[in-house]
Nanobody
Framework: QVQLMESGGGLVQPGGSLRLSCAASGIDFAIYHMAWYRQAPGEQRELVAI???????DYADSVKGRSTITRDNSKRMLYLQMNRLKPEDTAVYYC??????????WGQGTQVTVSS
């Protein structure tokens, strides 16, 4: 059974940093593209960053230059380092397996709140 467990969120001041983590189980992690999404209150879920199985990364314009997505295949872990956080980064962050087979598999997410 596929499980995705996000952690690392919290309350941070504008300009601060957070490192989000996602522990994946039940899949052959290394062969899949992985992504981070976020959903702010009243908004649709949006793609934040994607990292292919070949470690090619791409980012939403809103976080480009401030965020880094990485993975550790040996640990089945996905990470998102977020720097220079802004209030508009406030959202619940989710990791996701970028394959149609797993389109409905979502973890519980981790809340990021950027506020002074």
């Amino acid at each position: 059974q596929v499980q995705l467990m996000e952690s690392g969120g919290g309350l941070v001041q504008p300009g601060g940093s957070l490192r989000l983590s996602c522990a994946a189980s039940g899949i052959d992690f290394a062969i899949y593209h992985m992504a981070w999404y976020r959903q702010a209150p009243g908004e649709q879920r949006e793609l934040v960053a994607i990292l292919t199985s070949g470690r090619k990364a791409d980012y939403a314009d809103s976080v480009k230059g401030r965020s880094t997505i990485t993975r550790d295949n040996s640990k089945r872990m996905l990470y998102l380092q977020m720097n220079r956080l802004k209030p508009e980064d406030t959202a619940v962050y989710y990791c996701h397996v970028e394959d149609s087979v797993f389109s409905n598999y979502w973890g519980q997410g981790t809340q990021v709140t950027v506020s002074s």
